[in-house]
């Protein structure tokens, strides 16, 4: 019996061997409620326990919670298993969901154009379950924390603020960042307020993450109409939302299918090949294509990035690989960046057989001759775009010795993490994805 387990759990015990449950540790204590992570004895499957005391004023909310659980089936909502008490303290013993919370994730790293609109799809598909239950239920506190992902999926926990739609009665808890107008200022409350909160959730997605200029406007424009004052501006019902995610998702753009061989090389050395190299895996990675970054060169310039990648989000989880490391190894079935460090004479014959080649230059004047080298030296290349580095205005003199589309100018930007801010890098990096061939912004 699980009363059998309760002082023991409280005291932060292991439980005997003959009882329901075993505690595994403590996850959560405060004044007047605790959390453990506990294993069922004899189905050998984790458990969470809250407890929390009778005399709380947060009492009712969680035994509310527990019965409003209780009669709730879907896939991504926690299950109630059991409720107990004690004289002190009530216990509800739930379902365990894997994984960290989606604010944890957006403070390791940033999130991909496909992440961010598959996550919506996810939180889309349970409000509207719940908006759909026979007595609607509104959910009222959807934030970051409360939305635990694992393996790419989506789950809806703390149900402690929710109310069947009509029976708002008492005070109705929430996150004044996420709320919608009339819940914190004590308004009627309708499933209107569940779609405010959808567009503040995608908002701080959008804040968190990175997507195609064209992705990001049609984003914005459904924040501004989940976010509209006025309930009845907002989206009619989830569904409707969910419509125009998908809407945006199709027009979103298209990824080619195959793995593509990327080279990059400077014109000279110290042209910053070796940045801009890293700065387009990054992209290509939050794009929510893989990739791999691959130095070629011995200049062993990216060993002195070391500290850039371990505190840079939008580096993290990007492949870094040495030229050693991948001699004789087969290479992941993916995107491979080559950072070849300077354009030479005697260039390996694989630097030609890439699909696409970038070539970084400077824009001063006297870097002409270095230039017409380079066009020289990369004649052989089926494909090859050059990137005028640390400039928004390219020199007359330089753009005379390019031919008109065969380059691009690349602002100045101080860290990786503004790339994703910065509309004109932006707007150069989905071209270079262009034309490299790895992504279609122009599908309608």
């Known amino acids: 019996m699980i009363h059998m387990v309760l002082d023991s759990l409280r005291k932060g015990g292991r439980t005997a061997e003959t009882v329901k449950y075993s505690i595994v540790s403590q996850l959560a204590c405060h004044s007047d409620c605790k959390v453990w992570l506990a294993e069922h004895n004899s189905l050998k499957v984790k458990r969470i326990i809250k407890g929390i005391l009778k005399k709380s004023r947060f009492h009712d909310r969680l035994i509310k919670e527990a019965h409003l659980l209780k009669n709730l089936n879907h896939p991504n909502i926690p299950k109630i298993y059991d409720l107990?008490?004690?004289?002190?303290?009530?216990?509800?013993i739930e379902e365990y969901i894997e994984g960290g919370s989606l604010k944890s994730l957006c403070g390791k790293r940033l999130l991909s154009e496909k992440e961010i609109i598959h996550f919506m799809l996810q939180f889309?598909?349970?409000i509207s379950y719940l908006h759909s239950l026979p007595k609607s239920l509104l959910y009222l506190d959807i934030k970051p924390e409360n939305i635990i992902i694992h393996n790419g999926s989506c789950f809806l926990i703390d149900f402690g603020s929710a109310a069947e739609e009509g029976d708002e009665t008492g005070p109705i808890f929430g996150t004044l960042l996420y709320s919608a107008p009339e819940q914190s200022e004590g308004g009627h409350i309708s499933k209107a307020a569940d779609i405010y909160s959808l567009g503040?959730?995608?908002?701080?997605?959008?804040?968190?993450?990175?997507v195609s200029k064209k992705t990001e406007k049609a984003l914005k424009a459904v924040v501004g109409r989940c976010t509209s004052r006025l309930p009845v501006r907002r989206f009619g019902s989830v569904g409707q939302l969910t419509v125009r995610l998908k809407e945006i998702d199709r027009q979103a753009g298209s990824f080619s299918k195959k793995p593509l061989k990327i080279t990059f090389a400077g014109a000279v050395p110290n042209a910053g090949t070796t940045y801009i190299a890293l700065l387009f895996s990054a992209y290509v990675k939050c794009m929510g294509r893989a990739c791999v970054y691959l130095?070629?060169?011995?200049?062993?310039?990216?060993?002195?990035?070391?500290?850039?990648k371990n505190n840079?989000?939008?580096l993290a989880g990007l492949e870094i690989l040495s030229r050693k490391f991948s001699e004789n190894r087969d290479l992941p079935d993916c995107d491979v960046i080559y950072d070849y460090g300077t354009l030479k004479e005697d260039m390996a014959g694989e630097f030609y057989e890439a699909d696409f080649t970038f070539i970084v230059t400077g824009n001063r004047c006297w870097e002409q001759d270095e230039i017409k080298r380079s066009r020289a030296l990369s004649r052989r290349c089926k494909n090859k775009l050059f990137l005028i580095n640390l400039t928004q205005n390219v020199d007359d003199t330089i753009a005379s010795v390019l031919e008109p589309g065969s380059y691009l100018a690349v602002p100045y930007i101080a860290k990786t993490s503004d790339i994703f801010k910065d509309t004109e890098v932006k707007s150069v990096l989905d071209e270079m994805m262009v034309r490299a061939g790895c992504y279609d912004l122009r599908t309608s």
């Not at 107990?84 to 509800?92: K, R």
């Not at 503040?200 to 990175?210: D, P, V």
């Not at 130095?295 to 850039?308: G, H, I, K, R, V």
Request: charged share 30%; hydrophobic share 40%; proline share 0%.
């Open 312 to 314: 840079d989000r939008a």
């Open 84 to 92: 107990d008490e004690d004289d002190e303290y009530t216990f509800i």
């Open 295 to 308: 130095e070629m060169n011995t200049s062993e310039a990216w060993y002195a990035m070391t500290a850039l």
């Open 200 to 210: 503040r959730l995608l908002e701080y997605m959008l804040a968190n993450g990175s």
């Open 124 to 126: 889309s598909n349970i």
